[in-house]
């Protein structure tokens, strides 16, 4: 198993570019979810899914969109780039959420500039 | 509003030293309690769950233990290659999202 692969793994984008991040699984995880970590901030969650079709906006939504039409994949997208936006991402799946059991299992990240 | 706090910051020990990182909660109703392990450029790595106050779990040289403010990650006896930043992170009772700190910086010596 490759466990959860994010792409790209490094990205330069200009100010008001858009782009994709991938993230898939292969664990049949039902759970997926999309962070951001910040120097000082510790990881913050922008969204997540509890199954294909289902998704949800956690702490720090604005300006990225989301859609979960497989259990393996789901992409995050920028849709207008600020240097705000200039962050590590993770991307995390768990197999159930149910009773504590929701132990997360990362990416290697995924590293964006926004110039 | 769910917080997680851990401390110190920065810990720097001595190959053998014995040490303790700490993590403080507040959070509506406990779901569980995790510990990660993040090493320099790569995703955070699962350690530990904890459920309820008294609950330890243990793994090589590091024991998590949980009160019901706080938990305490051990490390018995360190090594270098246990330099890595530790994070905790809580789940919330009615709801399905971690809240995770800002880690400890953890470096071993020889």
């Known amino acids: 198993n490759a466990g959860v692969t994010q792409t790209p793994k490094f990205q330069v984008l200009k100010t008001g570019q858009s782009m994709t991040l991938q993230c898939a699984q292969d664990?049949?995880?039902?759970?997926m979810s999309w962070y951001r970590q910040d120097p000082g901030m510790g990881l913050r969650l922008i969204h997540y899914?509890?199954?294909?079709?289902?998704?949800d906006q956690g702490e720090v939504p604005n300006g990225y969109n989301v859609s979960r039409s497989t259990t393996e994949d789901f992409p995050l997208r920028l849709l207008s780039a600020a240097p705000s936006q200039t962050s590590v991402y993770f991307c995390?799946?768990?197999?159930?959420?149910?009773?504590?059991?929701?132990?997360?299992?990362f990416g290697a990240g995924t590293r964006l500039s926004v110039l | 509003e769910d917080q997680v706090t851990q401390s110190p910051e920065a810990l720097r020990l001595q190959e053998g030293e014995s040490s303790s990182l700490n993590c403080s909660y507040t959070?509506?109703?406990?779901?569980?309690l995790f510990w990660y392990r993040q090493d320099p450029g790569k995703g955070p790595e699962f350690l530990f769950t904890?459920?309820?106050a008294g609950e330890e779990k243990e793994k090589e040289r590091l024991k998590a233990t949980l009160t019901k403010k706080e938990s305490f990650l051990h490390i018995t006896a360190p090594k270098p290659e246990d330099s890595a930043t530790y994070l905790c992170?809580?789940?919330?009772?009615?709801?399905?999202?971690?809240?995770f700190g800002t880690g400890t910086q953890l470096k071993v010596e020889l």
């Open positions: 995390a799946s768990s197999y159930s959420i149910a009773g504590g059991k929701n132990i997360q299992y």
């Open positions: 664990m049949n995880h039902e759970y």
């Open positions: 899914s509890v199954g294909a079709g289902i998704t």
């Open positions: 959070v509506s109703g406990l779901r569980g």
């Open positions: 904890l459920y309820s």
């Open positions: 992170a809580v789940e919330p009772g009615g709801g399905n999202k971690l809240t």
